[in-house]
């Protein structure tokens, strides 16, 4: 069965610190991968995605996050860390017919960047 | 271009009423999804549509109807709330892969 895993439920970073967002997941065959970021009273937007090609992907606001197949693991990453990355993030994995993009989320991991 | 639009933005409900959640998209994306957001539990998948005039369970779809008659639009219902439903609800739309989602419906069933 797909699944996937955040294992923190909160990342504490200060500004200007590099942060990292952790996901591992479960799936057969080639995995869709995800991103996505929540504010607060707000609905998901889209950050990123691995589908194939380069193991390092690059998204909105500075983010990427890195494919390792051997870890089963997409890591969220930013280099220098925004008050404003403050938020709730989804991990997310593709199922079914790929093209459907039927997903499966991680519980979400609240990050807090303090000035 | 509005993107995916959800109406209410918030209801609160007594138990056993019913109601329809409306969620609009103006992207000409074939397949539509609606998912419920409960806290330290994710998403979840409610039913889902891969074009007008069909439509699919999820992984929660029990108390939930929902019916795709035109292609911009995606309804959920409610045939007879319970508390257990009280949840924030996300629609969402996509052409590919990549989801886009609406701003959410928070409802409250007492």
């Known amino acids: 069965a797909q699944s996937v895993a955040q294992p923190e439920d909160q990342v504490n970073v200060a500004e200007g610190n590099p942060l990292t967002v952790k996901c591992t997941y479960s799936v057969s065959g080639n995995p869709y991968l995800f991103w996505y970021v929540q504010y607060p009273n707000r609905g998901l937007q889209f950050l990123l995605k691995y589908i194939t090609g380069d193991n390092l992907v690059k998204g909105s606001y500075g983010f990427e996050a890195e494919f390792n197949k051997s870890q089963t693991s997409f890591h969220l990453k930013k280099p220098s860390a925004l008050v404003s990355d403050s938020a709730l993030y989804f991990c997310?994995?593709?199922?079914?017919?790929?093209?459907?993009?039927?997903?499966?989320f991680g519980k979400g991991t609240k990050l807090s960047v303090k000035p | 271009n509005a993107g995916v639009t959800q109406t209410p933005k918030f209801r609160v409900l007594k138990t056993g009423q019913s109601m329809t959640l409306l969620c609009a998209q103006d992207m000409n994306h074939e397949y539509m999804y609606w998912y419920r957001q409960d806290p330290g539990m994710g998403l979840r998948l409610i039913h889902y549509?891969?074009?007008?005039?069909?439509?699919a369970k999820g992984e929660v779809p029990d108390g939930y109807n929902v019916s795709r008659l035109k292609k911009q639009n995606f309804l959920l219902g409610l045939e007879s709330a319970a508390p257990s439903q009280t949840s924030v609800y996300f629609c969402a739309s996509s052409k590919q892969e990549t989801q886009y989602f609406g701003p959410g419906t928070r409802l409250l069933v007492l």
């Open positions: 997310a994995v593709s199922y079914g017919r790929r093209s459907q993009g039927n997903l499966i």
């Open positions: 549509s891969v074009g007008e005039g069909t439509t």
